[in-house]
């Protein structure tokens, strides 16, 4: 387990461009998840893996901790990161709604994946991030990445 302190900051600051309501909103539900504060700000653990499992491009998280993928961080322009940390913080939002990690909501079956990934990409969009242009680099450094 490591983190990556340039992904932690790239994080915090990604995290920093949410509307306030909706940040506050993570905010809480990482406070009553235990979540550590780091430098006087509550931020979740920042992790960086070199492989994730089948169905995860770049990231996951059960949004309390976040898992990214080795080559994306180190690969990826910092404006393609903070793309890929807006989806994961859209999963975290999710959390925050149904008061529980992901991973713990029975709403979130295998079968309710799709949906979730939607209801994600819909609030980064909503937040001005445009996961297409995540999509389009990802496919074009496919063979660097190791996808
Ligand atoms: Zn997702």
Known sequence: MS????LHRVFTETLATLPPATRA????FWRKQRVPEHDGR???????????GVGSLCANTDGVIFNFKSAVVDQAPE????????????HAYRA???CMPLNDAT???????????????????EWGFDRARL?????????????
């Not at 909103?25 to 809480?28: G, L, R």
């Not at 709403?107 to 969009?125: F, I, M, P, Q, V």
């Not at 999509?135 to 996808?147: R, V």
């Open 107 to 125: 709403a979130y079956g295998h079968s309710s994946r799709n949906c979730e990934e939607g209801a994600a990409d819909k609030l980064t969009k």
């Open 42 to 52: 509550l931020v979740p653990v920042v992790l960086k893996k070199p492989n994730l």
């Open 79 to 90: 404006d393609i990161l903070r793309i890929c940390i807006a989806h994961e913080l859209a």
């Open 96 to 98: 925050a709604e149904l």
């Open 135 to 147: 999509l389009d680099w990802l496919a074009q450094n496919e063979t660097a990445l190791g996808l």
């Open 25 to 28: 909103k993570i905010e809480a």
């Open 3 to 6: 983190i990556d302190m340039n």
